[in-house]
């Protein structure tokens, strides 16, 4: 049987997979990106889901249309886009099945085989492979603490005239950094001086422990070449596959063909579960929860990293989101770190993946804050420090 | 900003646009492939995600496996498969988000632009649009009343070795007809002579009046050549987009990495809600139940066409699924009828987009006969009837 050429060499997502291998419980787990069960609003949405199947079974047991659910889309416009400065109309709006799939719909709508993409190095894994499946060249821009910097980016763009540039401004999957608002205008002069198209991924930017929020990239567009995601998977619920993009009207025109053939509508419950939870005014009070609980929560991390890992370790205490991004000095190779980490029953997520360069990031790797109990998160970062001295002294 | 090359020329689907227009609930529509709302399992349905939201929230809400949900996977293996004489093992399966995702998918995994995709003529628009995207090169195979014929199959085959057929070969849609145990075996063969991916799309075989069922294409499949994609939107619910495949283990591997980048994973309470429904065993008597209805309706339709319609409008009487196809002497345009039928508020959908063909199908259309209450059938008929009979007396 023939295998399509974008397949090539494509092996499937390390996350992913790792995934598999968590089935055993007794590994405490530092990988992945999952939300802690204890931050879903389950009995809430018990009661939301309830209410939906005995009112509204006709409507949302039915084919649904393709752009979405319409109380979701309106809930977008009117409550979590204004929030984050930002002012639209329908047909800037598009309901997705998981934010990944918007990326999967842009490459569709906007990429051609050998075109150039502009990715953060590292970046979000299941980006990286989605643009490549599309079979998109990919380039990179660094991350630093701060986030990426103007003149690298304004050079690397002038160079490479990239079709889209992906980021991830706040709390970036894996470095955990944060874009300022200075370097954020900046994009969006070179979205619209460069016709270039801009991703603004933002799952992470709810997930606040202190300090003001940044004005969002698409507060800055004035080309309206900056498109939006939006997920609920780390706010309400990952498993529910709810997600919304916002950007220019042409753009959502043919990401919405797109998804005609891609999956012909997002499931329309599950949207009006989302719907409700914000239209009932559910979202401030459990986004203040949940952020109290991963601050906790990777103030436990951090405090046991101190404690534990030697002081060779790099790593920046995090203002938000979920990942702690370490690194070792160079020569050390995480992936083995890690091969030795599972037979102590601790697992995270090697760095060199998240890397488009060749041999990059093999020193690096993530660490997850918010799917352990705290004893656990104790527990495993002092095994963790323990492997990293005891294979220092075997160097 | 740039549009990919795939997505020229490609204008959304006329089905899809079509749902917005019967936002009027004065229109008596028999256009799109919407079940009944009278067949939605709404209490089942209700019942069970109260129980599985109780139980299970910390698992359905979590992010899940891309392979699907486990229960689910194991009911389609246990229960669905050997119902259709199919036998296999985890890993020939995989949950999608609707069974549209399952082409989406092989696309992905199998076709490289320019590849010949053969389909039948006519066929199912969403899938045509999807090849489309995937930049094939679309070569029919004619439908006759008793669906394919084996001879102008196989001198296709052989002239164009298509990568990929893509059959309905139950109850087919637009054309409700079905193809025969002898050719389906002939199919079979001719996957295996040729190396061509056969994707059997069955998703209206459940929903049949009269008669014994056919064997499956996949149960002659010797070479592990055929895909077989079951949907659920025709038998339990459109909206909750649960639909699963089953076929060669390592086609399903490279889907499951498309399917890494496309929506991550399908939404773990649907696949769970379709399992339970399939586990407490309500499957035999629900499907009984809605074949009822759907065959009345179908009787009410022909009933009303054997008296309205005039006697050069050609239809075959349906044994199962959700389509009359009715073809008008040559020279027709059903784009024209449909016009005229809107203003008098009857709508359908004109043939000629099912066609790959340039220019034809334009003297037929589709008649869907699940979604109207009976006395807006015979109702809907009766003007469509009298417009016909009108529209032939003014040429």
Chains 1, 2 share one sequence.
Not at 208 to 215: A, N, V, Y
Not at 218 to 224: A, M, N, Q, V
């Amino acid at each position: 049987m023939q295998i399509a050429n974008r397949m090539q060499g494509i092996s499937g997502s390390a996350i992913r997979e790792l995934f598999k291998l968590l089935g055993d419980p007794a590994i405490i787990s530092f990988g992945g990106g999952n939300p802690s069960k204890a931050c879903f609003p389950s009995e809430t949405i018990r009661t939301i889901t309830d209410e939906l199947l005995r009112e509204k079974s006709d409507i949302l047991l039915q084919y649904g249309a393709t752009e979405g659910y319409m109380p979701l889309r309106r809930a977008y416009l009117d409550h979590i886009l204004p929030d984050n400065g930002l002012h639209g109309e329908l047909e800037n709006v598009l309901a997705l099945t998981g934010s990944m799939q918007g990326l999967d719909l842009i490459c569709k709508a906007v990429i051609n085989p050998g075109d150039v993409v502009l990715v953060e190095e590292p970046s979000f894994l299941g980006a990286l492979q989605t643009f490549r499946v599309a079979q998109a060249k990919l380039v990179t821009v660094p991350m630093h603490t701060d986030g990426v910097h103007a003149d690298e980016l304004e050079e690397i763009v002038k160079k490479h005239r990239p079709v889209v540039f992906y980021t991830i401004p706040t709390f970036q999957n894996p470095a955990g950094y944060v874009t300022g608002a200075k370097t954020r205008k900046k994009i969006a002069e070179l979205a619209a001086e460069y016709d270039m198209l801009v991703i603004e991924d933002d799952p992470y930017a709810a997930l606040r422990f202190c300090g003001e929020k940044e004005p969002t990239i698409k507060s800055f567009d004035t080309s309206d070449n900056v498109i939006v995601l939006t997920s609920f998977s780390k706010t309400i619920s990952p498993g529910l596959r709810v997600a919304l993009c916002f950007g220019n009207k042409d753009l959502i025109r043919k990401m919405t063909i797109a998804k005609q053939g891609s999956d012909t509508h997002s499931p329309n419950l599950n949207q009006a579960i989302v719907a409700e939870f914000i239209n009932r005014g559910h979202m401030p009070a459990h986004i203040e929860y949940i952020s109290g609980v991963y601050a906790r929560s990777a103030g436990v991390m951090t405090d046991a990293m101190a404690e534990h890992f030697p002081e060779w370790v790099h790593y920046e205490k995090p203002v938000g989101g979920l990942f702690i991004w370490c690194t070792l000095p160079e020569g050390w190779d995480a992936q083995e770190l890690f091969k030795r980490a599972v037979e102590r029953k601790v697992a995270f997520v090697p760095g060199a993946p998240f890397h488009t360069t060749e041999g990059a990031g093999l020193n690096t790797f993530r660490l997850n804050f918010s799917a352990e109990p705290e004893e656990r998160i104790r527990e495993g970062i002092k095994r963790l420090g323990d492997l990293l001295k005891e294979m220092a002294e075997e160097k």
